[in-house]
């Protein structure tokens, strides 16, 4: 490790433990307390369907979102960076008590590339009977929907959700969510789909690939292909205290019409579980995805682009376990501050099946060991230090060096 990130590491380190000796006690849990000027009601401490607390409601105007600053200090010779990795803006309008509109734009690595993280209009029916229409965000595992950075404790999104499900990932379409007195939550949509290969002026603009997996095919719901449309949907269980089951899935065309690859059917199956008792969570996800016409596919690629090799999977399997403990949990129970220290092993390969003819990079077969901690010195705030061990089957691999800053509102 280069003589700065241990220095970096010490820094970090002190800053994240040192800081929580400003801990104060708790208070009794409320619904939270009001901003007052000229003795009026102007914000409210509002929390959300997953229990995150926002502040920002004004009548029925909402106001919310999140950001998060990203250090990377990579091994070797490879360039480290800083990155306002991203910065996303949030508001809503209640129409009435059951027609609300919901909406986040995400400006990402300092305003340099700003997209719809998601927009819909809820129609709030019955607890267990809602209606949603617009762009929605897939309900693919946990963090595709709800990713605020002092959710998970890395500095980085786990690797899972960046090549076997892109996080983020968007759709329009249509459908039903809701979640009964025994703990069971469920959503069911009709969506778009995304496409497996866009070719532009004779040119691959972007595609599904080897390296990637099914990240360049998703389209953002800007002007995007619809001649294929799919349906996905989640069945999550949280009905014993401190532990949740869920399971997702994702099946729909991504051919979107292109001759010679009509039969591009892609299915993603994923299940996750995570327990939490007396300071300690174990958490973990498994998903595996098939995609059918997937010779035609790089055929084709190959034909638009001779050099082309980062060829497309027929499957994709990966997996992630990881454990974490509340520091303060039994130090100082007393406290509102939180320091967690966390090791996450993932192993995934995006090539872990290849269609007849073509081969597989064994670059692409990878694992990622990640511990550090994540000092949270009110829930909406997280300041991060971490180390990630990257390795792969081909005997390559960059570790790296994390720090950042997250927070939502």
């Given at each position: 490790m280069k003589r700065t990130h241990y220095i970096s590491l010490v820094l970090a380190t002190t800053l994240l433990i040192g800081t929580s000796a400003l801990a104060s006690p708790k208070g009794n849990k409320t619904d939270g307390p009001a901003i007052q000027t000229d003795d009026q009601q102007i914000f409210k401490v509002t929390e959300d369907s997953e229990?995150?607390?926002?502040?920002g409601s004004f009548n029925k105007m909402h106001f919310f979102g999140y950001g998060e600053l990203h250090y990377n200090g990579k091994m070797g010779a490879t360039a480290n960076d800083i990155d306002f990795h991203r910065l996303v803006l949030g508001f809503?309008?209640?129409?009435?008590?059951?027609?609300?509109?919901?909406?986040?734009?995400?400006?990402?690595?300092?305003?340099?590339?700003?997209?719809?993280?998601y927009a819909y209009v809820d129609f709030n029916i019955k607890k267990w009977f809602n209606a949603r229409l617009g762009a929605i965000l897939m309900p693919l595992g946990v963090y595709n929907q709800h990713h605020e950075p002092p959710l998970f404790y890395s500095v980085e999104r786990p690797e899972f959700y960046r090549v076997i499900i892109p996080t983020s990932w968007q759709e329009g379409g249509a459908g039903l969510y809701g979640n009964f007195e025994n703990g069971?939550?469920?959503?069911?949509?009709?969506?778009?789909?995304?496409?497996?290969a866009v070719i532009s002026g004779g040119n691959i603009d972007r595609s599904f690939n080897g390296s990637n997996g099914l990240r360049g095919g998703r389209n953002g719901v800007a002007e995007a292909d619809a001649n294929d449309f799919g349906v996905t949907g989640r069945l999550q269980y949280k009905g014993v205290p401190g532990l949740r089951l869920g399971t997702s899935f994702f099946y729909g065309n991504t051919s979107q019409g292109k001759g010679g690859i009509g039969g591009g059917d892609l299915t993603i199956l994923e299940a996750d579980a995570k327990y939490s008792f007396q300071g300690i969570e174990i958490d973990s996800a498994l998903a595996w995805t098939n995609l059918g016409d997937t010779g035609a596919l790089n055929t084709l690629l190959l034909a638009t682009d001779p050099t082309f090799s980062n060829f497309a999977a027929k499957n994709m399997l990966g997996w992630y376990v990881e454990g974490a403990y509340h520091v303060f949990h039994h130090l100082m129970p007393n406290t509102k501050h939180d320091l967690v220290g966390f090791v996450r092993y993932e192993d995934f390969n995006t090539q872990f099946k290849m269609p007849a003819g073509f081969a597989a990079n064994p670059a692409n077969d990878r694992n990622t060991l990640t511990f550090g901690l994540s000092y949270l010195p009110i829930p909406q705030v997280a300041i991060k230090a971490d180390y990630m061990t990257n390795w792969n089957q081909a005997n390559g691999g960059v570790d790296q060096f994390n720090l950042g800053v997250g927070f939502y509102y």
């Open positions: 229990g995150l607390q926002r502040i809503g309008y209640d129409f009435t008590d059951w027609v609300n509109f919901r909406a986040e734009l995400d400006f990402e690595h300092a305003f340099t590339e700003p997209e719809l993280e069971l939550e469920y959503e069911l949509y009709m969506v778009s789909t995304p496409t497996s």
